[in-house]
């Protein structure tokens, strides 16, 4: 029998809070698209889908979507999704986070439950700047680039949130832009399919603050500079990948899952009880 996609806007709250809160060519909208027809590929059945964020431009995600929503705290997103996953395993749940939420309050967070790899999906949306609350400077901003809070240039290295991921001990873990629609589509669903944390980094843009303050003062230019600027990571190894940013599948490795060895010590200290 052919596979059917679900009807995409099953999955949305469409009788309110649209439009979005967002500005006008955000990427975070892609991204939105992007795990609405995942999850409709899937054909999930959205009572048992969860979408927890954090704070931030990102952290507005789950008002938009019909499944069970957890909006958070800054930067413990994943803190309240491991306890979700705990206590309602038969739940996929998503996590929505910006580069900040992620990785600089959540930055212990964030390398802790890869390492402990719960069966979570991840999707870090990385702007490269605090967009909600002026423009500041990230973990995740590029060096000598420009923020309010970096007007002469950024002089500290960025993390490389991906090949953090990696290090951390994720079982899945890629990369890719706003640009490319369909490949993050396909990403997207192979990390929610995947058993253990799954790792989704989405380069996107915020033209408002990020883009004018660096010479791409629209959502095109900076769509534009997704597009000349990444490569199929299978390229970084030839010449023409050089100095260019890797899409793709960094890693997809079978690792126990955090869940399911916890069963287990429940069961063996049942045992000797």
């Known amino acids: 029998m052919e596979h059917k996609r679900a009807e995409e806007h099953h999955y949305l709250r469409t009788q309110k809070k649209f439009p979005t809160v967002w500005c006008p060519g955000c990427g975070i909208g892609i991204v939105l698209g992007g795990i609405i027809r995942a999850v409709a590929d899937l054909r999930l059945d959205k009572d048992k889908v969860a979408m927890v964020s954090g704070i931030g431009c990102t952290g507005r995600m789950p008002v938009y979507v019909d499944f069970y929503g957890m909006h958070t705290t800054h930067g413990r997103a994943l803190a309240y999704a491991t306890g979700l996953k705990l206590a309602r395993p038969e739940l996929t749940v998503l996590v929505v986070m910006g580069d900040g939420d992620a990785l600089a309050i959540g930055g212990n967070h964030f390398i802790h439950a890869a390492r402990r790899n719960l069966d979570l999906t991840a999707i870090v949306v990385n702007n490269c700047v605090y967009g ?12 000598s680039a420009i923020a309010t809070t970096a007007p002469y240039g950024h002089i500290e290295q960025p993390f490389d949130i991906a090949n953090l991921a990696v290090a951390a001990g994720a079982s899945l873990v890629a990369r890719t832009t706003v640009y490319h629609a369909l490949e993050m589509e396909r990403l997207i669903g192979r990390a929610i399919q995947k058993k253990g944390f799954s790792v989704v980094e989405i380069l996107s843009n915020c033209h408002i603050h990020y883009g004018k303050m660096n010479r791409m003062s629209t959502a095109v230019e900076m769509l534009r500079w997704f597009r000349d600027k990444t490569v199929p990571i299978a390229s970084l190894q030839k010449e023409q990948g050089a100095g260019k940013i890797g899409r793709g599948m960094l890693v997809d490795r079978e690792l126990p899952e ?3 060895a916890y069963q ?4 063996v200290a049942q045992k000797g009880a």
Do not use: F, I, N, R
């Open 258 to 260: 955090y869940y399911e």
């Open 132 to 143: 909600m609350t002026g423009g500041q400077y990230s973990p995740a901003t590029p060096t």
């Open 264 to 267: 287990k010590l429940v069961q």
